[in-house]
């Protein structure tokens, strides 16, 4: 058991106070709770799957991240987070979003110092037991009034989606999918396969996701570099175009003034062949 803790935290099974009891503390007292609240994932709420869970986690949780941050929405995503309802036993989704919060980095989602509790839920199964992802938790996401619940079967190659049909419904209606894509409110996207890969998707269009993303941007710098090496070659052309103008410039210049000193020098020679000629009639009268 926790010591010197207004709120007795049991160690085996750490819950969050119910709303009563949260109400009854003080500001100090329920920062004192909340601090006090494991943020270690046990074994018995995540039993690692493998490569293949990992890599379809990993790469829904970027996917959404980048897109949300590059329209500038306002949306907290996380992976295999502490959870705590009040009064409820903690759990860790696999990929959790909470919309309209600032989406900086948290240790656990604690609903009553939050103030709201998760928006969405996607589960990735690849092995064991269907039934805890398919019913226990579809019932109990929907028991705690989380709006949306994904799951996603990557052994068989299945999705299934659920909604709360209004905000006080405490059971899930089947989200009906359209082409094959299954729309999530929440997100203001929808959901498909591709392959054995879940793809979000906008007006219709595939989320890139991250390495989608670095291979454009290597497109990119690929076509920058072209562009820049082929104007780097297009001013080296203009360059010794201008040095051959110049150079040519400078010849046609000494042409000329060879030219003007030749000429110089004939008019010198005739001036002279003229006064010698003349000097020569003089003496002859």
């Keep these: 058991m926790a010591?010197?803790?207004?709120?007795?935290?049991?160690?085996?099974?750490?819950?969050?106070?119910?709303?009563?009891?949260?109400?009854?503390?003080?500001?100090?007292?329920?920062?004192?709770?909340?601090?006090?609240?494991p943020c270690d994932v046990p074994v018995d709420l995540?039993?690692?799957e493998g490569d293949r869970h990992r890599k379809a986690k990993n790469s829904a949780l970027n996917a959404l991240d980048g897109f949300f941050r590059r329209i500038g929405r306002r949306v907290y995503l996380s992976s295999?987070?502490?959870?705590?309802?009040?009064?409820?036993?903690?759990?860790?989704?696999?990929?959790?979003?909470?919309?309209?919060?600032?989406?900086?980095?948290r240790e656990k989602w604690m609903v009553l110092d939050e103030g709201k509790g998760l928006d969405l839920v996607l589960e990735i199964h690849v092995s064991g037991s269907l039934a805890k992802d398919y019913e226990?938790?579809?019932?109990?996401?929907?028991?705690?009034g989380i709006r949306e619940y994904f799951l996603f079967d990557r052994t068989r190659g299945r999705l299934f989606g659920w909604h709360l049909p209004?905000?006080?419904?405490?059971?899930?209606e089947p989200i009906v999918p359209q082409q094959g894509l299954y729309g999530s409110s929440v997100l203001g996207l929808e959901l498909g396969l591709e392959?054995?890969?879940?793809?979000?998707?906008?007006?219709?269009?595939?989320v890139p996701e991250a390495e989608e993303l670095v291979a454009r941007l290597d497109q990119i710098v690929a076509q920058f570099i072209r562009r820049a090496e082929d104007a780097e070659q297009e001013r080296d052309r203009?360059?010794?175009?201008?040095?051959r103008a110049e150079q040519e410039r400078e010849r046609a210049e000494q042409e000329r003034d060879q030219e003007r000193a030749a000429r110089e020098r004939a008019e010198s020679r005739l001036a002279e062949l003229e006064a010698e000629l003349e000097r020569l009639r003089g003496s002859k009268a």
């Design 238 to 243: 203009e360059r010794a175009e201008r040095e």
């Design 195 to 206: 392959g054995e890969r879940l793809r979000f998707y906008y007006g219709m269009a595939a």
């Design 46 to 48: 995540f039993m690692p």
């Design 80 to 105: 295999e987070l502490n959870v705590y309802y009040p009064g409820e036993p903690r759990f860790a989704p696999d990929v959790l979003a909470v919309i309209d919060v600032e989406p900086h980095e």
């Design 136 to 144: 226990a938790n579809r019932k109990r996401y929907a028991r705690l």
């Design 166 to 172: 209004s905000a006080d419904a405490r059971s899930y």
């Design 3 to 37: 010591q010197h803790l207004p709120f007795a935290i049991d160690a085996d099974d750490p819950r969050s106070p119910t709303r009563e009891q949260w109400a009854r503390l003080t500001p100090e007292q329920q920062r004192q709770v909340v601090d006090a609240l």
